[in-house]
């Protein structure tokens, strides 16, 4: 039996305007959805607000139990799943299989969380007990987007579940169904209490919503830095947590030893993966003189050589860009950038929504391609002369992702990296990782610093409780 019916996915009501969930690749509909509107909210968090207290109080081998059975589902359903983040996100079946095996993962290591020791005693002035224990913040809001909907939606979830509290999620309705629904379906067939998990696919009036509601106090956001400004001023005024992962423009620095076969193939990933729909994608990549030449001209045959088409039909490299806006963004950038003076060196071109990977040379601050984060699969590549000038190039930038440092000497690689402002740093690999164990976030425009993995989570999904203890009651001056 399916676990996800168009007929049946949502068990919930939701006021908001009918959705057609569509297929980039051919334009066609997957089914209908409901989307919530701002008034969703309040029903949602009161009823989470109203389930997670006894959630919170069950015995931390229940929860985990829960979150372990999810990570089981996520495989089980795997073929299922596959299909779904292929079809509504345009992802291929591999960058698909990614997905699941994550977002297990993600389910497991929540599990651990729910038993994590979580205090410390104190020392006191006072004959008394005194310790601290983390407790959960109640209801989270959890806010993700299109390009990667099942996992930057269960790396909240799970771990905010794990450790006692109720979520309200609302996913990108672009990816409704993957980024959402499909949760909700996992975590009720893995016997998740009613009441503990909300979904509510929607637009900016329904995560206002979220963010302003004052059962709410805790958000956790992915997407754009100009979404998550918005997002974190909201919150501020509300006087609430906003865990903030926002965009990037990372760099690939190439120094003069490095291995170009092995190279080119690392950085084509890094730019081109899921069509560059993706945070840390490498956006700019800072190449040695003495290896530009080849590196563009390699580069740009890797690009050529990549198949780009329907990944659900076909064996291809690349998908669809997401919608329309997506491709007059990319596209815009790039003809933006010939128009300042960089050169095609392949791609620039498209086809509906399949665009085709892309290199730019000759680029300089000004290059909009190079300046701004396209979100497309665009590889602006730009020559150094010295190791200076490449970490000076690379913090040139108002964001601070992720950062790939290619070199024959790994020592060398980790000194440099010291001198960049970065969230994340690969030497000898390129700018797209992600495991479920490891801290992930950003500084600058990146957002505001890691928040997933072991503590990070504890950080971020609890509230730290002062408490002490007497044996008599405490007598005072009057």
């Known amino acids: 039996m399916p676990l996800l019916d168009p007929k049946t996915w949502q068990s919930r009501?939701?006021?908001g305007p009918q959705h057609t969930v569509t297929e980039p690749a051919t334009g066609e509909s997957l089914g209908t959805v409901v989307l919530a509107s701002g008034a969703d909210v309040g029903p949602a968090a009161e009823a989470a607000r109203a389930a997670q207290a006894e959630w919170a109080r069950l015995p931390h081998f229940v929860r985990a139990g829960v979150l372990r059975k999810a990570g089981d589902l996520f495989a089980a359903h795997a073929d299922e799943l596959r299909e779904w983040i292929v079809r509504e996100s345009g992802s291929i079946p591999g960058k698909a299989d990614f997905e699941l095996h994550v977002a297990a993962q993600e389910c497991y290591e929540a599990a651990a969380l729910a038993s994590r020791p979580a205090g410390q005693v104190l020392p006191s002035e006072a004959p008394r007990l005194s310790y601290t224990r983390r407790v959960p913040v109640g209801v989270v809001g959890v806010i993700s987007p299109f390009n990667a909907p099942l996992i930057l939606s269960i790396r909240s979830v799970a771990p905010a579940l794990a450790l006692g509290n109720a979520v309200v999620l609302k996913p990108d309705p672009r990816t409704a169904v993957c980024g959402g629904?499909?949760?909700?379906?996992?975590?009720?067939?893995?016997?998740l209490p009613e009441g503990l998990l909300h979904v509510l696919p929607g637009g900016a009036e329904t995560g206002a919503a979220l963010v302003a509601d004052p059962r709410v106090p805790v958000i956790s956001f992915t997407g754009s830095t100009a979404a998550g400004r918005a997002v974190g001023e909201a919150a501020g005024r509300h006087l609430k947590r906003a865990h903030l992962e926002l965009g990037g423009n990372s760099a690939l620095i190439v120094l003069a030893d490095a291995d170009l076969d092995a190279v080119i193939s690392t950085a084509a990933w890094g730019s081109f993966f899921h069509q560059g729909q993706i945070c840390m994608t490498?956006?700019?990549?800072?190449?040695?003189?003495?290896?530009?030449?080849?590196y563009v001209e390699r580069l740009a045959a890797k690009a050529d050589a990549l198949a780009v088409g329907d990944p659900h039909r076909a064996q291809v490299h690349l998908g669809p860009l997401i919608d329309d806006g997506q491709l007059a963004k990319v596209h815009g950038l790039v003809e933006a950038s010939t128009a300042a003076g960089a050169k095609l060196a392949a791609g620039g071109t498209h086809e509906n929504l399949f665009y085709r990977p892309t290199v730019l040379?000759?680029?300089?601050?000004d290059t909009p391609a190079y300046a701004e984060e396209v979100f497309g699969p665009v590889a602006p590549v730009r020559p150094f002369s010295t190791a200076d000038e490449a970490a000076a190039l690379a913090a040139r930038s108002s964001y601070g992702l992720s950062l790939g440092i290619v070199t024959r000497d790994a020592a060398r690689g980790l000194d440099l990296a010291e001198r960049i402002p970065t969230g994340i740093v690969h030497i000898n690999d390129q700018t797209v990782n992600d495991e479920a164990v490891a801290p992930f976030g950003g500084v600058a425009a990146s957002g505001t610093g890691a928040r997933f993995g072991g503590e990070a989570n504890l950080e971020a999904f609890t509230d730290v409780r002062w408490t002490t203890v007497r044996g008599d009651v405490a007598p005072y001056p009057f």
């Open 181 to 191: 629904l499909a949760l909700a379906a996992v975590f009720a067939e893995a016997g």
């Open 361 to 365: 040379a000759g680029v300089d601050d």
């Open 13 to 15: 009501i939701l006021a």
């Open 282 to 294: 490498t956006g700019r990549h800072l190449v040695h003189a003495s290896l530009y030449e080849e």
